[in-house]
C-alpha cells in the first residue's frame, strides 16, 4: 500500500497540464458545477424527508429491538450490520430520517472527492478540477444513491471505506482494517483481497482477511441466532428483503432466476458462471493496478463483487459509475460512448433504454447487472502505455463556416463533423431522446373540455379559410375500402419506418449529411413538444358532435373522459403540430435534397404528400395540424443553417479550399493514415 500515492497520483497530479489563461474559465465552471452537485443533493434529501413518518418508519429496515434482524424479513444487512445498527432503533423518528439523509449524501460527496484524486496520471487540467464536481453531481442522480439514501441502507459506507483504504490512507495495516470492515458490512467485497494479493500488497491483503474475521466473529458471539439464520439458513442473505429474482437484486443469481432457471441446475450454473467472471475480472482488475490505474482496478472488483454476490442489489452498484475512469477507443469520437452508456445505465429507468418487448425483457430487466458485467470482463480499456492514451485519433471537422448574422455566432461545439458517428452512441441517444420524447408529450395537459374548445377553435379558422375538407375526405374513403385500408396502412406503418430508414442509409453513405439531417430533425421535435404543452388540441376522430369515422382505431367510447384505451398509450391530445406529417415532409425534404436520381426524389415528394391525405382521411389531424407540422420542421432547418452552417460546406480543415481554408491540427504520424481514412471515407 506504500506506493497507492504513486500509482494513483493522489499528491496533486503530477501530470496536470497547465492551463494559463483558463484558469478563470475552468474557476467558473467548477463553482458552478459544484452548485448543481449541491442542489442535486438538497432535491435527493427533499424527496426523502417529504415522506411522512408513518410511512417511513415502516419503510425503516433496521434491525428491531428486542427479537431478532431478520423477524421481518426485510433487513438485509450482515449480522455485524445489525450489531452496529441496532443502538440507532431507538432513535427511529424522524430526527434520525434526516441524520440519515444528510450522512449518506456527504458520503456520497466524499466518494466523488475521493474518486477524483485517484484518476490515473497524466490528468489534463480541465479533468483535474471538474471531476470530482461531475462526479459527485452523476452519483446524486443515479439510481444507487436514490435508492442508497433510505434509511437502512449502507451501501454508500463501503465504497467509501474501500477508496479510503487505496487513496488517502498510508500503511498496510491501516487500509486492510478499513476493507475489513466493508466487507464485514458487504460479504462480496473480500474480493479486494485477493486484488492486493496479485498487486504484491500482502500484508494488507491478509489484514482485510483477518478483520473481517473478527468482526463476522464478534457477531456470531453477540447474535448467534441471527448470525445463524444469515449465514447457514440464507446463505449469506440470500431471499432477505424480498424474492431473490426480484427486479432490485442485480447479481448473476437474480438474472439466472429470471430467466425461469431453478433448483440445482440453476446453482450449479451460477457457481460456474460467477466463478469465472471472478477470475477473469480480478485478473483484468490486478493488470489494471499494476498499469497505474487503481481507481479503474478499484471500480473492476467491485462490479466483480456486486456481480457474482449471492445477494447484489441495485444500489450496491455505484462501482459501475467509477468505472467511467477507463478510457475507451482509438479514436477521439469514441471516447465518449462508454461514459455516455454508463451514466444512463445508472441514472435511466431501463424501460427509457429499451422499447417494452417481450424479446427484450432479459436484457431490460438486468440493464445495471449488464453494465457492472461489461465493466469487469468485456469493456477494452486502453492501457497507459497505449499511444492512444493521450492522443487518440483526431476527428475530421469540415471548414468553419461564416456566422449568418454577427450577433448569432455559429456555436463551437456544433462544428461540422465529417466522420461517421459512433453507431452504439448514436442508438443510445436516438433511444433516449425518443423515451424523454414520448414522457414530455404524455405529460402534456390533457384537458377535454380545453382541447375540444381548441378544436372548435381550429375547425372555425378553416372554415373561414374555406379549407375545412375533413369531413368530406373521411366520409369519402370510408365508402371506398381500398382507399381505406390503404391510408390506415400507411398511417400506422411509415411514420417511423421511412425516418429511420433514411437515417440509417444516410449514416453508412453520407456521415456528414447524416449529422444535418439528424439535428434538424431533433430540433424539429423538440419544437413539437411546445405545441402539445401549450396547444392541446381534439383531432377530429375525437371530437364526439361532428360525425368522424376513427378508421384507425375504430369506434372510441365517447362517454369515457379519455376516449377509450388509446389514451392510456399515448397522449390523444397530442395533435398541434403534426408530426406524422412533420416527419414525412422532412423525409420528403432530405431525400429531394441528397437522392442522387429523379424517381428518387419523385418519391421523397410523394411520402408527405401521401401522408397529409392519410392524416386527413382517417380523421387524426386537422388541415393546419399539418400546416403547424411544416412549421417545426422549417424552423428546425433553419436553426441547424444559423448554428451550424451550410450543409455544402463540407471540405476539411487542411484542405485546399481557396482563401477561406484553415489548416488542420497537426495529426500524429502513427495515426495519418487512419485519420486520412475518415476523411476519404467522408
Not at 28 to 42: D, G, P, S
Not at 488 to 513: E, K, Q
Not at 546 to 560: N, P, S, Y
Request: glycine share 10%; charged share 10%.
Amino acid at each position: 500500500m506504500a506506493n497507492a500515492a504513486e500509482h494513483s497520483g493522489v499528491n496533486g497530479h503530477a501530470g496536470v497540464i497547465g492551463g494559463g489563461g483558463s484558469g478563470g474559465r475552468l474557476g467558473a465552471a467548477r463553482l458552478l458545477l459544484w452548485a448543481l452537485a449541491a442542489l442535486l443533493a438538497v432535491r435527493q434529501a427533499s424527496a426523502v424527508l417529504r415522506v411522512p413518518p408513518g410511512e417511513w418508519l415502516t419503510g425503516l429496515y433496521l434491525p428491531g429491538l428486542p427479537g431478532s434482524l431478520y423477524d421481518t424479513g426485510q433487513f438485509t444487512g450482515t449480522p455485524f450490520a445489525g450489531l452496529v445498527l441496532k443502538p440507532l432503533v431507538g432513535f427511529a423518528d424522524q430526527s434520525l430520517e434526516l441524520a440519515w439523509t444528510c450522512v449518506t449524501l456527504l458520503f456520497v460527496a466524499a466518494i466523488g472527492l475521493v474518486a477524483a484524486r485517484g484518476l490515473a496520471d497524466p490528468v489534463p487540467r480541465r479533468t483535474a478540477l471538474l471531476a470530482a464536481p461531475v462526479l459527485v453531481a452523476l452519483m446524486m442522480v443515479s439510481l444507487p444513491v436514490r435508492e442508497a439514501a433510505s434509511p437502512g441502507q449502507t451501501a454508500v459506507l463501503p465504497v467509501l471505506l474501500v477508496l479510503l483504504a487505496f487513496f488517502r490512507v498510508p500503511g498496510e495495516r491501516p487500509a486492510g482494517f478499513l476493507m475489513g470492515l466493508a466487507a464485514a458490512l458487504q460479504p462480496a467485497l473480500l474480493l479486494f483481497a485477493p486484488l492486493l494479493w496479485l498487486t504484491g500488497r500482502r500484508g494488507a491483503a491478509r489484514t482485510v482477511a483477518t478483520t473481517f474475521a473478527a468482526c463476522t466473529l464478534l457477531s456470531w458471539a453477540a447474535l448467534p441466532h441471527d448470525s445463524w439464520t444469515y449465514w447457514i439458513r440464507h446463505l449469506a442473505g440470500t431471499g432477505l428483503g424480498g424474492s431473490p429474482g426480484g427486479l432490485a437484486h442485480q447479481s448473476v443469481h437474480g438474472a439466472l432466476l429470471r430467466l425461469g432457471l431453478s433448483g440445482p441446475t440453476e446453482i450449479l450454473l451460477y457457481v460456474a458462471l460467477a466463478a469465472g467472471i471472478a477470475w477473469l475480472g480480478m485478473r483484468r482488475a490486478a493488470r489494471y493496478a499494476r498499469d497505474g490505474q487503481l481507481l479503474l482496478a478499484v471500480a473492476v472488483t467491485g462490479c466483480v463483487a456486486v456481480a457474482v454476490s449471492p445477494t447484489g442489489w441495485r444500489h450496491q452498484l455505484l462501482w459501475v459509475l467509477l468505472a467511467v475512469a477507463g478510457k475507451v477507443g482509438k479514436r477521439a469520437a469514441d471516447r465518449a460512448v462508454w461514459p455516455v452508456a454508463v451514466i444512463l445505465a445508472m441514472t435511466l429507468p431501463s424501460a427509457m433504454l429499451l422499447p417494452n418487448l417481450a424479446a427484450l425483457a432479459p436484457v431490460r430487466d438486468n440493464v445495471p447487472l449488464l453494465a457492472a458485467l461489461a465493466a469487469a470482463c468485456a469493456v477494452p480499456f486502453l492501457p497507459r502505455t497505449s499511444p492512444y492514451w493521450r492522443d487518440p485519433v483526431p476527428t475530421a471537422y469540415a471548414r468553419p463556416a461564416a456566422a449568418r448574422w454577427s450577433r448569432i455566432p455559429l456555436l463551437p461545439f456544433w462544428r461540422r463533423v465529417l466522420a461517421r458517428p459512433n453507431l452504439l452512441l448514436e442508438l443510445l441517444l436516438i433511444r433516449v431522446g425518443y423515451s424523454l420524447y414520448s414522457h414530455i408529450r404524455a405529460a402534456a395537459p390533457t384537458s377535454r373540455s380545453l382541447a375540444e374548445g381548441n378544436g372548435a377553435q381550429i375547425l372555425s379558422i378553416e372554415r373561414a379559410l374555406g379549407i375545412d375538407i375533413e369531413h368530406a375526405v373521411n366520409h369519402g374513403v370510408v365508402g371506398v375500402r381500398w382507399l381505406e385500408a390503404f391510408f390506415n396502412f400507411y398511417y400506422t406503418s411509415f411514420h417511423f419506418v421511412v425516418p429511420l430508414t433514411i437515417l440509417a442509409v444516410l449514416y453508412w453513405r453520407r456521415p456528414a449529411d447524416y449529422r444535418w439531417a439528424r439535428a434538424s430533425l431533433g430540433l424539429a421535435t423538440v419544437l413539437a413538444l411546445f405545441g402539445f404543452w401549450l396547444y392541446p388540441l381534439a383531432p377530429p376522430r375525437l371530437m364526439p358532435d361532428l360525425g368522424f369515422i376513427d378508421t384507425v382505431h375504430g369506434v372510441q367510447d365517447l362517454a369515457h373522459p379519455q376516449y377509450g384505451a388509446m389514451t392510456a398509450i399515448s397522449n390523444q391530445y397530442a395533435a398541434m403540430p403534426s408530426l406524422h406529417f412533420g416527419w414525412s415532409l422532412w423525409c420528403g425534404v432530405v431525400i429531394v435534397v441528397l437522392a442522387p436520381k429523379g424517381w428518387q426524389k419523385l418519391l421523397g415528394a410523394l411520402h408527405p404528400v401521401i401522408t397529409v391525405c392519410a392524416i386527413v382521411a382517417t380523421a387524426n389531424h386537422w388541415v393546419l395540424d399539418a400546416v403547424g407540422g411544416a412549421v417545426v420542421v422549417g424552423a428546425g432547418f433553419g436553426l441547424v443553417y444559423v448554428l451550424s452552417g451550410a450543409r455544402g460546406a463540407a471540405v476539411p480543415l487542411g484542405v485546399a479550399g481557396g482563401a477561406g481554408a484553415v489548416p488542420g491540427p497537426r495529426v500524429p504520424e502513427r495515426v495519418a493514415g487512419a485519420g486520412a481514412g475518415e476523411r476519404s471515407r467522408a
